[in-house]
């Protein structure tokens, strides 16, 4: 016959369970907590106006023209959210990315429109080529390969116009060699010394930015960005990667994505101990809503799960589609 255990027969000096018990005691004991300030919003950008396009494979993500791109940054500074982040979707796209500098283009018209509506949201731009290029690759191609320098010179035109239109930062996503280094000294040479640098230093060659290449518009014609971005299995690498940015002068590294990468973001800020994005990637957040949408997750909870791990891995900052979501849930 089966007896039931009685209470106090262990002799423990220690239970975990004690500070599990309510919701207060956990709330008391807590380790990391999220906040709204610290995620940045993407927004895709395109011409046109009143546009509010939802991308396939990203529920809840939309190219918006610039009205709408206003808008949205409007309610996630009302939400509590810290910045947003432009990508552009541009009218034309040439061998050498030219619409990346064109002051009249969808990121530096909207860094301009968010900017006079004078709310202190961070506008923070992405400064890479892929969106801008005929062929979808992240540089300028010379004899069927990605040139690093020529390209760099690209990237440091495309920063400057996003800093004279306003930008608080700009965030070079494509991994050439030496681009924050030329990229701060151009902004100093003009006086935008006061322009801040969130610099994709560990971004890997990942499989899950798949869904933001729809968003963006950015799949590379042919070929891959294997011989710039980073091999997933490397980490060591990453370091040297962020010291090299710190050295050339980034305010902020980032480490993207995130979830698969979550050591190298506990490592980066071990080692550096300096402010650190991570990037919560589209494949990681179509992923959580493609599961949500089929009932086999519990999405508001996965979120913050999500979220959560990304900040105690050590992010001080979190890029995330989930932003809104997230600054009202934590409302
Ligand atoms: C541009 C860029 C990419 C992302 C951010 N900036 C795509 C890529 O490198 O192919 C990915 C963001 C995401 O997946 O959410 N180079």
Known sequence: MNTLPTEGGLELLRRGRRLRRSPAIRALVRETRLSPESFIYPLFVCEGEGIRREVGS???????????????????????????????????????????????????????????????????????????????????????????????????????????????????????????????????????????????????????????????????????????????????????EVEEDIDEGADIVMVKPALPYLDVIRRVKDVFQYPTAAYNVSGEYAMLKAAARNGWIDEPRA???MLTAIRRAGADIIITYYAREAARALA
């Open 58 to 240: 990203m529920p809840g993500v939309s190219q918006l023209s610039v009205d709408k791109a206003v808008e949205e940054a409007r309610a996630a500074h009302a939400e509590g959210v810290g910045g947003v982040l432009l990508f552009g979707l541009p009218a034309y796209k040439d061998e050498v990315g030219s619409a990346a500098y064109d002051p009249e283009a969808p990121v530096q018209a909207a860094v301009r429109a968010i900017k006079r509506e004078n709310t202190d949201i961070l506008v923070v731009t992405d400064v890479c080529l892929c969106e801008y290029t005929s062929h979808g690759h992240c540089g300028i191609i010379v004899d069927g390969e990605i040139t690093n320098d020529g390209s760099v010179a690209q990237l440091v035109r495309a920063a400057l116009s996003h800093a004279v239109a306003g930008a608080d930062i700009v965030a070079p996503s494509d991994m050439m060699d030496g681009r924050v280094g030329a990229i701060r000294k151009a902004l100093d040479d003009r006086r935008l010394e006061d322009v801040a640098i969130m610099s994709y230093s560990a971004k890997y060659c990942s499989a899950f930015y798949g869904p933001f290449r729809d968003a963006a518009d950015s799949a590379p014609k042919f070929g891959d960005r294997r011989t710039h971005q980073m091999d997933p299995a490397n980490s060591d690498e990453a370091l040297r």
């Open 303 to 305: 979120m913050m799960e």
